[in-house]
């Protein structure tokens, strides 16, 4: 998943690059029209200053250089953006406008954002985004068997330290342990500048006539009731997240019995995943069927000699099989990272794609692994890089996602053909699979961890944001609040109490890094609307045909579904995202039907199992009633026989003396 800078630059003509008059509210269509195509210059070059200085800081952000530049870059940044947006923006109406072009680029540039704070004012929200991203990025803590030591040698970081601890170990107390350290030291350290950022983020989108940050981040959707949507999208595939929860947490209760507790919830530290979002890690203690064939090609991508330059390379070349342009300079290991460094410098390891605005240097950040998670991860993040190159050529202000959930849906669909067996068959990662009923319930329950889990998560965090930029949550319950939506949402709990002096939302990357995350969810269900459609027309899916499931589907290598790509990709955000939706589907509307479809087989199994199981517990319950009953009767009956046989045998006996 990446956090898109070049997204976030929206930007507007600079003043001292040309002479242009004065524009009120007269200003004619044409005199509009010259005055985008002058900014086109300027306002590239002012992005590209901003992102290098931003990858600068990202790849060394313990360097006070670094930080200098960033800071610096950010206020010109944003000096820029004030003076052309007082100059030539502020008081035009772009809905007066009838080049569905000019108005598309008025409507973005309309909406000043940050950039509308005073120097001071901008410069201290800066400065507390740096901290909290720096306290994120730097955090360590000691290991769970040397818990007095010397952070500097011994201490683990996040990635790979703390995540290869959480995704591997079934230790439950050194899981709580470095679950509980890792938000110790990071999360509960910036709650305070937090508390800065909420108060003058939401002071810039007053600026901007929104009533609070949430409102503004809600505007890049377009669409009138967003919240509405994104409930009713959760209704729709919350029974296929709860079948998957009841199977799951039943699994884990045999590993770590009576430490669940008595409720329905599961812990948030056992799932697998620092933040519980992606639960693939514990695929072998759920796996539906033990000793059918796997997809798991980690240990074939180490034994076939991968390093993370090839799994990219591979990467590229799925894309070029569709007809699409070479990704190569993404991955350029001259200017990109896609490896730890080995020099000591502290990174921002987040994966990450970038556009640097100039239409031709296109990067990803990425401490790549070689396993079969990050082999997904780069075809992700490669989504990126191909959607930048598809839009380059649109005006500046139009090169972006048709809508933000449209950016991450691209690589996730292009992923969803390269985790099918069948594909990993194709390229030599898999081989031996047998491709029988249970090898296909055991493949989508892979698949089901990853994407199916993650939808609630996706959803409740934007919730949680939503909530207190527009003070519906006061800043005394920030936490308490955040620990109900993950309750009665994601249905998991803390391992160990939490209080008001913790700030678990901080523990999530996105937090500090001010990056809207409902854009992820959004992107779980585009992706399944994407896919079938692709599917289709690759031929390589029949509706109604059990030889042709969605979820055997594999796009590779058809020209047809590049070109379909091509067409929805290439308008940007020119037009209004249901307009590219419609290019890429025919449909409209999100819809979650496709991902019910695709995960069809592994419902009706889930349910058949979770009820299994729940008939089976009646009886094993701590409520004995029913077995208590029964072993009365049964002992009553067997009472009643012996004294009926004493009774016998003693008239018997008198019988025979009577004789």
Wanted: hydrophobic share 35%; net charge negative.
């Amino acid at each position: 998943m990446a956090r898109l800078f070049g997204v976030l630059c929206l930007l507007f003509v600079i003043k001292s690059a040309f002479s242009l008059p004065r524009p009120n509210t007269r200003v004619t269509e044409d005199e509009m029209i010259e005055i985008l195509e002058q900014y086109e210059t300027s306002a590239s070059q002012k992005c590209r200053d901003y992102n290098l200085a931003a990858w600068n800081y990202n790849t060394d952000v313990e360097n006070a250089s670094k930080v200098e530049e960033l800071t610096a870059q950010t206020l010109e940044f944003a000096k820029f953006e004030k003076e052309q947006w007082q100059l030539h923006f502020s008081n035009v109406s772009w809905e007066n406008f009838q080049n569905e072009t000019v108005k598309r680029q008025l409507r973005t540039l309309s909406v000043l954002g940050v950039s509308a704070l005073d120097d001071a004012e901008l410069s201290e929200l800066n400065g507390r985004e740096t901290a909290m991203t720096t306290i994120y990025s730097s955090a360590k803590i000691c290991p769970y068997n040397k818990q007095e030591c010397d952070l500097a040698t011994e201490g683990l970081s996040l990635d790979p330290g703390m995540e290869a601890v959480i995704s591997t170990s079934q230790d439950y107390d050194e899981l709580t342990y470095v679950w509980k350290a890792w938000r110790d030291v990071s999360g509960a350290k910036m709650r305070e500048d937090y508390k800065t950022y909420v108060e003058l983020s939401n002071l810039a989108a007053q600026k901007n006539g929104f009533s609070d940050n949430g409102e503004m981040w809600r505007n890049e959707f377009e669409t009138e009731a967003f919240v509405e949507d994104m409930q009713e999208l959760w209704k729709q595939v919350e029974p296929l997240y709860l079948e998957l929860h009841t199977y799951v947490r039943r699994r884990l209760r045999t590993l770590y019995e009576d430490k669940l507790g008595d409720d329905d919830l599961i812990p948030a530290h056992i799932l697998g995943n620092m933040w519980a979002q992606s639960w693939e890690n514990i695929y072998d203690i759920v796996k539906p069927y033990p000793n059918a064939t796997g997809v798991d090609v980690t240990k074939n991508l180490n034994d076939q000699g991968y390093n993370p330059l090839r799994m990219f390379q591979a990467s590229d070349e799925f894309y070029k099989s569709l007809g699409l342009p070479e990704n190569s300079m993404s991955y350029d290991e001259s200017v990109a990272m896609i490896e730890k460094p080995e020099d000591g410098r502290v990174v921002v390891c987040h994966a990450s794609a970038w556009d640097f605005c100039d239409r031709h240097d296109f990067r990803i950040k990425m401490c790549t692994k070689v396993n079969m998670e990050d082999f997904v991860t780069i075809h992700h993040e490669m989504g990126h890089i191909q959607y930048y190159i598809q839009y380059k050529d649109q005006p500046y202000a139009l090169r972006a996602g048709a809508n933000p959930g449209f950016h991450e849906a691209v690589g996730d669909t292009i992923a969803l053909s390269v985790s099918t067996p069948q594909h990993l068959q194709k390229v030599g990662l898999l081989q031996d699979y047998a491709d029988t009923k249970e090898d296909n319930i055991n493949a989508l329950m892979q698949i089901a961890l990853q994407k199916v889990a993650f939808l609630p998560f996706g959803l409740l965090i934007d919730m949680w944001r939503w909530d207190v930029f527009s003070g519906k949550v006061n800043e005394s319950q920030w936490n308490t609040h955040w620990w109900e939506l993950r309750e009665t949402i994601q249905r998991v709990k803390p391992p160990v109490s939490r209080s008001e002096a913790d700030f678990d939302p901080g523990a999530k990357y996105h937090v500090p890094a001010s990056s809207q995350y409902i854009s992820y969810f959004v992107a779980h269900i585009l992706q399944f609307q994407f896919h079938k459609s692709l599917c289709i027309v690759a031929e390589q899916y029949v509706p109604n045909n059990p030889d042709r499931p969605l979820h055997k589907c594999d796009i590779y290598q058809s020209q047809k579904a590049g070109q379909l790509l091509r067409d929805g990709l290439s308008i940007g955000s020119s037009r209004h995202w249901t307009e590219a939706l419609q290019i890429l589907t025919g449909e409209s509307k999100m819809n979650g039907s496709a991902l019910l479809e695709y995960f069809q087989p592994l419902y009706e199994f889930l349910k058949a199992e979770n009820s299994i199981e729940e008939n089976s517990s009646e009886y094993t319950s701590d409520d004995q009633t029913v077995p208590i009953v029964v072993g009365a009767v049964l002992l009553g009956v067997v009472v009643i026989v012996i004294i009926g046989y004493l009774v016998f045998r003693r008239r018997a006996a008198k019988r025979n003396a009577s004789a």
